[in-house]
């Protein structure tokens, strides 16, 4: 059972996701609050999962209250489900470390396919709607140009929101071959993971959300 913790300005919406998680099965919405500052005591007591939450709403940026909020419970994992499709926006989500990112308009399968891969091995997950934002390109950009043809193939799928598994699957190699690929293209760029990799990217122009 995944416990989600629901997080968003317009309580109609909350009440929204609450029911949509009630209706399938594996899911537990053990809480909620209209941001993430209000929200804290309970996280830290209820210890969810995934926390699903808009960082971008009316109210304002939550970024930085996301990063206390792994400082303070750094098991929690942070979905975003937001209306921004803004690329700053985007980057600055990935920096302070969140699994997901999905815009408003994905479907309820999108939503719990998300939760359950960010709840479960921590993938870095973009429903479809958000993945139509990437644009590959061909600049050469330091220090991307240290990447293979093959690494920036392999990092382009993780941001289209693809895990090592399906990954391995489309390139017709192991997942033990890809999580190697990873490990590659992590030391070259000088990050700490995959999700500092894809925003790194973004900001030297291998990926473009247009």
């Known amino acids: ?3 989600v913790f629901l997080i ?4 109609v919406t909350r009440r929204g996701l609450a029911s949509v998680l009630e209706m399938c099965s594996g899911y537990q919405v053990v809480g909620d609050a209209n941001n993430l500052a209000d929200a804290l005591p309970q996280i830290e007591e209820l210890q969810p999962d995934v926390v699903i939450m808009d960082a971008f709403g009316h109210t304002g940026d939550s970024i930085e209250a996301i990063s206390n ?3 303070k419970c750094p098991v929690v994992k942070v979905l975003i489900l937001t ?3 803004k690329e700053q926006d985007f980057v600055k989500a990935i920096r302070a470390g969140v699994r997901g990112y999905l815009l408003k308009d994905s ?3 999108q939503l719990t396919d998300a939760i359950r891969l960010v709840a479960g091995d921590g993938a870095v997950v973009y429903s479809s709607e958000a993945a139509k934002l990437f644009d590959a390109t061909n600049q050469d950009t330091y220090p991307l140009n240290q990447l293979s043809p093959r ?3 392999i990092l382009y799928l ?4 693809y895990s090592n598994k399906e990954i391995a699957t489309r390139c017709y190699v192991s997942e033990a071959t890809i999580k190697a690929h990873l490990r590659r293209i992590t030391e070259k760029l000088d990050v700490k993971n ?4 894809v925003a790194i990217a973004i900001e030297k122009g291998i990926l473009k959300m247009t």
């Open 1 to 3: 059972m995944v416990k």
């Open 8 to 11: 968003d300005e317009h309580p």
């Open 69 to 71: 909020l792994h400082q």
């Open 83 to 85: 209306d921004s499709n």
């Open 107 to 109: 479907d309820v399968s």
């Open 151 to 153: 690494e920036k193939d």
């Open 158 to 161: 993780v941001a289209r929101g």
């Open 194 to 197: 995959r999700a500092e990799a």
